[in-house]
């Protein structure tokens, strides 16, 4: 099996394997179960961590810094040992040859062994520097890097959740100087958003919904990879409504949908006592709602009152989506 041939990807608490064929422009899909590879007959387009190979060894890069073109690295050898060490090694590094995904704090490793070319899955736990007995679920370090926006202040509350999001590419700014963190988000943006934090990857096949058929407009290809992973769904009417504000229980069920897809969905109950307004909540959204407060990515609007279907704003979402990243490393 040549390298590159193959993609490891995690959806749904599995682990699913693409084998490239030559001559063919079709992908064999495998699961792991643990023993055994079975062939399954649906594919999920998903990102994963980079790899990189050096000296006989797979390093799994699980944190990047801008600053100094870095990573921390976990190791790996090519006969089935799992080095404990840590080390780092240039990001230029020629990647090839293996490919990994994490899912329920464990890093699954696919690599090809050049003399009988099985496919090897290995499974190995992760920690956090600070704490040896604690899976490391942090989001990646917040670049020190001021933001270029006139119209965000130190003093804002969503500064630190804007600077992050800027930072770490996941948004851009409306012009090279304003942010215009009270502006609505709209639907399209907000998946646009999801799709920067993958990676932007690619998806074959054209988009499902009538409303987003124009190949051109930016939302396109994002629209296209959210519905193809089930991240969002669209409309009775079959539509998407990528102009469309989204409102605030629709960013909670997108979100949620994300934890899902990503593995990191974390189940928990909601208490919406406290909130006047919970019986508001629409029955499609009673779910990612339940998460979302749940795990602290939404709060109320005021201490008793959570909106459900008033709108969001851009820094509102910048804010949301950063509270996950957060619930990720108190969890």
Request: hydrophobic fraction near 30%.
């Amino acid at each position: 099996m040549s390298s590159g041939s193959y993609d490891i990807k995690s959806f749904n608490n599995k682990i699913y394997i693409s084998l490239g064929k030559e001559n063919t422009q079709k992908a064999m899909i495998y699961i792991y179960d643990g023993d055994t590879l079975k062939p399954i007959n649906s594919n999920i387009e998903l990102s994963f961590p980079k790899i990189v190979t050096a000296q006989n060894c797979i390093y799994v890069l699980m944190n990047t810094s801008d600053d100094s073109a870095k990573a921390k690295l976990y190791k790996f050898d090519t006969l089935n040992n799992i080095f404990d060490e840590k080390s780092t090694i240039d990001i230029d590094t020629a990647i090839s040859k293996a490919k990994a995904v994490t899912l329920d704090n464990y890093i699954y490793t696919i690599i090809s062994k050049k003399t009988d070319e099985k496919i090897i899955v290995k499974k190995k736990q992760y920690k956090s520097e600070e704490n040896p007995n604690k899976p490391n679920t942090d989001p990646l370090p917040e670049p020190e890097k001021e933001l270029p926006f006139t119209d965000v202040k130190k003093s804002d509350w969503s500064y630190k959740a804007i600077k992050y999001m800027y930072n770490n590419k996941y948004i851009s700014g409306t012009t090279s100087t304003t942010f215009s963190p009270k502006m609505k988000l709209t639907r399209g943006m907000l998946v646009t958003i999801l799709h920067n934090m993958e990676g932007k990857p690619n998806v074959s096949g054209k988009s499902k919904f009538p409303d987003v058929q124009n190949t051109n407009e930016y939302y396109y290809s994002a629209v296209k990879w959210a519905s193809k992973n089930n991240i969002v769904n669209g409309y009775n009417n079959g539509k998407f409504g990528p102009n469309d504000p989204i409102t605030r229980e629709q960013l909670a069920v997108m979100l949620n949908q994300y934890s899902i897809y990503k593995g990191t969905y974390q189940k928990t109950n909601a208490d919406f006592s406290k909130f006047s307004d919970s019986n508001k909540i629409s029955d499609f959204a009673k779910w990612g709602m339940n998460w979302a407060v749940g795990t602290g990515v939404i709060t109320g609007t005021t201490e008793k009152t959570l909106i459900p279907q008033g709108t969001a704003s851009r820094e509102e979402a910048a804010a949301m989506i950063y509270k996950y990243f957060l619930s990720l490393k108190n969890s």
